[in-house]
């Protein structure tokens, strides 16, 4: 069955999705077994792989920062919206999904803060997430959107979309 014929019940247990703790549902499906060194001398796996659902009754709840960059590429289902607060507090929104203007993946520099959501009347979204250096929970904050706009209020207004 092709991803865009699935719903969110039959993507979550086709791919053995666990719920996230930040909303949506998540399965990693590869950890690098090659290290590197990061600049600050950590070693960390080279880079992971996870799937990640959005569906209309668990959106992400927070906005997510990676010490490590991010892609994320689209694989099936509706569009996702994300904003993005690069580390130099610039402000990026990005769709990415089949749409006409979607991007089909992009990167989420190590040090921005982003936050996906669905675009408007979307039921699910699946995409990727590649992260390089591997992600480790230690690289990872999380914020939520009273904080974000607190950090950044500049950004009120795109941080407390829907």
Not at 11 to 21: F, G, M, V
Not at 54 to 66: G, I, K, M, R
Not at 107 to 125: D, F, I, N
Request: proline share 4%; net charge negative.
């Amino acid at each position: 069955m092709a991803v865009d014929a699935m719903t969110s019940d039959d993507l979550i247990k086709t791919l053995t999705l666990q719920p996230h703790p930040l909303g949506g549902y998540f399965h990693e499906t590869y950890r690098s077994t090659t290290t590197v060194s990061t600049e600050s001398g950590e070693t960390r796996c080279s880079g992971s792989v996870i799937y990640y659902l959005l569906t209309a009754q668990s959106p992400q709840n927070n906005y997510v920062e990676n010490k490590s960059d991010k892609m994320v590429t689209w694989c099936g289902g509706h569009a996702q919206a994300f904003t993005v607060i690069m580390a130099n507090g610039s402000l990026r929104e990005l769709v990415v999904g089949p749409g006409e203007g979607h991007s089909r993946h992009f990167v989420v520099p190590g040090g921005a803060w982003s936050k996906a959501r669905l675009v408007e009347g979307g039921t699910h979204s699946l995409v990727t997430e590649i992260v390089f250096p591997g992600w480790e929970a230690s690289d990872s904050s999380s914020m939520t959107q009273e904080e974000a706009v607190e950090m950044f209020p500049q950004h009120k207004a795109a941080i407390e979309m829907k």
